[in-house]
């Protein structure tokens, strides 16, 4: 089993949609959680951490279930500029990041 | 500006030659990484170091070797060893108790 699952896609939705992402992860010793975005060839970013609480940034929201071990991200208003790849990331004491293959998203004008 | 620089952006070698990737870091950060990438697949770790002059495998760390003889600084070297080497190659950084990585831009290796 896969430490950390995601749908690869490609999601394809047009402007001003909205979209989720679910990840799932395998070890339930993982204590931080991520969302990091990747352009096309270029290094992978920090979009936002994901808390047990939830939490926002403007028009992303990441959810956190410890009992179901699955980690969400939703872009509400959809921009062209959000086409990427998504990857979710986990982590487990003062170990590397274990990172998923990455959802890519395209926004359709 | 502070910030992890990896050298040469792209790297053409012939198969059965060993090549060296650089990384560079000027954050004070103490952990350092190296994660390898190829098309449509997520990152997978071949070497990481917490601490100068000591590093551990990753999940892939066959025909690959580094060294941690500063802080600032973790070369990888791709060996002959090493059977499929083309990929695109990521160096990160992160701070001790603080899981969030930064990335160097890569290096996209080509071997033929």
């Known amino acids: 089993r896969k430490e950390v699952e995601q749908d690869p896609g490609p999601f394809n939705v047009p402007e001003g949609a909205t979209v989720a992402f679910n990840c799932t992860y395998s070890?339930?010793?993982?204590?931080?959680f991520f969302w990091y975005r990747q352009d096309c060839r270029k290094e992978p970013k920090l979009l936002m951490s994901?808390?047990?609480s939830g939490n926002e940034d403007g028009r992303f929201t990441a959810q956190l279930n410890r009992a179901s071990q699955y980690i969400s991200l939703l872009i509400r208003d959809s921009k062209l500029s959000d086409s990427a790849t998504y990857l979710c990331?986990?982590?487990?004491?003062?170990?590397?990041?274990?990172f998923g293959k990455g959802t890519r998203l395209s926004v359709i004008a | 500006d502070g910030g992890i620089t990896q050298s040469p952006k792209y790297l053409f070698r012939k198969e059965g030659q060993n090549v060296t990737l650089s990384c560079e870091q000027n954050?004070?950060?103490?952990?350092m990484y190296w994660y390898r990438q190829d098309p449509g697949q997520g990152l997978r770790l071949i070497y990481y170091?917490?601490?100068?002059?000591?590093?551990q495998k990753g999940d892939i760390a066959e025909g690959y070797s580094v060294s941690r003889e500063k802080k600032e600084s973790f070369p990888l070297t791709v060996t002959s060893a090493q059977k499929n080497p083309t990929a695109f190659y990521l160096c990160?950084?992160?701070?001790?108790?603080?899981?969030?990585?930064?990335f160097g831009q890569g290096t996209r290796l080509t071997v033929v």
């Open positions: 990160a950084s992160g701070r001790t108790g603080d899981p969030e990585a930064f």
């Open positions: 070890n339930s010793a993982s204590q931080s």
């Open positions: 994901v808390y047990s």
């Open positions: 990331v986990v982590n487990i004491g003062n170990t590397p990041l274990v």
């Open positions: 954050l004070n950060h103490d952990a």
């Open positions: 170091s917490q601490i100068v002059n000591d590093f």
